[in-house]
């Protein structure tokens, strides 16, 4: 896929950037839109992963969440300095004031999500290490803790419940008016 402009923008900075909890579908709903807009598609998470060279469930055991938050902080601002396309946040990206801020007047799209809906998508049995111990409980509390971060960062907020990922793919193009 080329890295070119959505349609009515310029190229710096990514075209969407997506937010959200485990489940809301930013991998998911991120690719139809890059496929959609013509552009690529980039996830922190995988970048995390390819940098640490192991999977993150291992860098939480093997170096701790703290370890794991840098290595997420440089991804994002890697990201957001290099990639012009579609580029989904981990849950947790949003956590750090200093990536909140690189956020400020971006492309911003949190992905909301019911638990009902991220446990059929995703499962909580899948190794998140945030969600190890009671994972139902455990989301409802990431979420009563993230909710208001997402929204701060968000210049639309899309909930994906009930919606194909094709639904929720119109509608981040609607919010964020890139209709083609």
Known sequence: M???AAPGRAAA????ILVGPPGSGKTTVGTLLA???GLAFRDT???VERTAGKPIPDIFLADGEEAFRELEAAAVRTALAEHPGVLSLG???VLRPATRALLAGQPVVFLDVELADAVRRVGLDVPRPLLAVNPRQQWRTLMEQRRPLYTEVARAVVATSGRTPEEAAEAVLDALELKQ
């Open 2 to 4: 080329t890295a070119a």
């Open 35 to 37: 496929r959609r807009l």
């Open 13 to 16: 900075g990514p075209a969407v």
């Open 91 to 93: 849950g947790g990206a």
């Open 45 to 47: 998470d995988a970048d």
